[in-house]
């Protein structure tokens, strides 16, 4: 359990070599009124550029580039929210690759101008068009992969060898850092590659650890979780989380339960956890920490729980959104007293 390295002392070779050992802090004030529980958060947006998905484009493009399928000048094409695109833009510069991005024409304005700047070439899509539209996020990346098929598809969503990232670095991290004395770890669900990679080396460490999903009010995780059904996908603001449809990333089996979470409360959360404790995070963390909370809720005061969750990426990308008020109170949402 000791041999835990400190980043901030290591010369890395690589950019994304750093994509490691992010620091896990324990929560204070966000979670003060509750005795019976200690809540340990990992900063992923500690990562070089700012977000846990740093993790799975270092793995799934220097795999390709082992296995052959990869090259210098060769084009890896992928949809994002924006963070997995940027650990794919570094591994892009860094292997003089071509990077294009699938992403929702929504998607926060930081976001979109960070992948330029790397050097990203953008493809924006209309976010109401429904799931089966071959113009729609989901659908789009196998339109222009039909007219280029040479384009590299890491398929985050499907591939697991996101999940392995996570089994081989995240997972191995939280055990280490926590000294193996964990009770819960809570995480929100997008391709369900963190939590599912996570939870299965951890339960391998001790099978007695629970793992709980977060999933956004309009994703279909929840309902499939709880009653094996498919429910019709309806829009969310909380970027990361969620999907429309079923993906193979998301593996049930390593899932104790799940928690469904709205807009307001994980943005809620979010200005809370600025607030509250200087963490100044994205909307998944919120959401998390809204998941912690509404578990912790639920546990009988019977004994110290040991809870982990996960911020897979930092509040810098939504000051124009979560953090602003007007952006807020034109979707509804009224947070100016958070
Ligand atoms: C901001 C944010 N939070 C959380 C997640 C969820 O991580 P995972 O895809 O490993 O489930 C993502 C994934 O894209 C994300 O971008």
Redesign the pocket.
Known sequence: MSNIPNNNTRVFERLSDAAQWTAMVKLHKTVKEYKHAEVYAKLEFTNPMG???DR?GRHLIRKAIANGRLKPGDTVIEN?????AMGLAMMAVEYNLKCKIVVRSTTAKAKLDALRAVGADLVLVDPTLPPEHPDSYNKKVHTILSQHPEYYFPD??NNLD?NET?YLTTGPEIWQQMSGKIDYIV???????????AAKYLKEQDPNIKVVGVDPVGSVFYTYFKTGKITKPAGYLI???GDEELIK??DFKYLDDIIQVSNEQAFKYTRLLAKQEAILA????GAALYGVISLIKSLPADKLYRIVT?F??SGNRYLSTIYNDDWLLEKGINLKEV
């Not at 994002?80 to 997995?84: A, K």
């Not at 995480?187 to 990679?197: H, K, N, P």
């Open positions: 977000s846990v998905k799975i994002s929210s924006g963070n997995t985050q969503h996101n996570h995480a929100g669900i997008g391709t369900g590659g963190t939590l599912s990679g970027e990361g989380l990333c998301m994205g909307g998944s963390s996960i897979p990426d």
